[in-house]
């Protein structure tokens, strides 16, 4: 009987077209060499219901999501989409807030920390409705460990002239969202 030899070969690659038959699942729990910026937990809040505000002096807070960070080195990345109508000419003015430490409202004036000072004004020259979607993202680091409420703020820039969210006489929405998602170091 004739003998065969096989050289003692060494591959660096497998050719995938080589394999067949059932294969084991692949988990990332044994990934090595990532240090950071994974997802570590989310937060939503879908907000449905339909709110006016007349009065400039505070921002409405009723679109909002708490979050209690695993650590103080992680980042907070927060998603907001305000759904706003205003009436008239005026302005629609929207801001993100960050409160440490508890939930109260003070009317998000002066006891949360604006991370996001005026990122939204609209306005326009006629009094017809306009419906806006007010976008609010940010990469936070709040260095605490402590319980946080991100608050998309918004009101009207004059006195007695309506600014809403979720108004769906004014061309319908899905309602407003905020997401707050924590990310590792």
Do not use: C
């Not at 998309?152 to 707050?180: E, M």
Request: glycine share 10%.
């Amino acid at each position: 009987m004739a003998q065969t030899l096989i050289n003692n070969l060494s591959y660096s690659t497998l050719d995938a077209t080589k394999l067949s038959g059932n294969l084991p699942a692949i988990s990332g729990a044994s990934l090595t060499g990532i240090s950071g910026g994974k997802v570590l937990q989310v937060k939503e809040f879908h907000y449905t219901s339909y709110l006016a505000r007349t009065d400039s002096s505070s921002f409405d807070d009723g679109l909002h999501v708490d979050i209690t960070p695993s650590s103080t080195s992680s980042k907070v990345l927060v998603l907001s989409v305000g759904n706003l109508t205003k009436n008239g000419v005026t302005e629609a003015i929207y801001r993100l807030f960050r409160q440490t430490g508890g939930s109260g409202d003070s009317g998000w004036t002066t006891s949360a920390t604006r991370v996001a000072t005026d990122i939204g004004a609209w306005s326009g020259s006629t009094s017809a409705d306009r419906m806006v979607a007010g976008n609010v993202f940010w990469l936070d680091s709040p260095n605490t460990t402590s319980a946080i409420r991100y608050v998309f703020g918004w009101t009207t820039y004059d006195n007695g002239v309506s600014v809403q969210l979720n108004n769906y006489n004014a061309g319908g929405s899905a309602g407003s969202q905020i997401v707050a998602m924590e990310i590792s170091a």
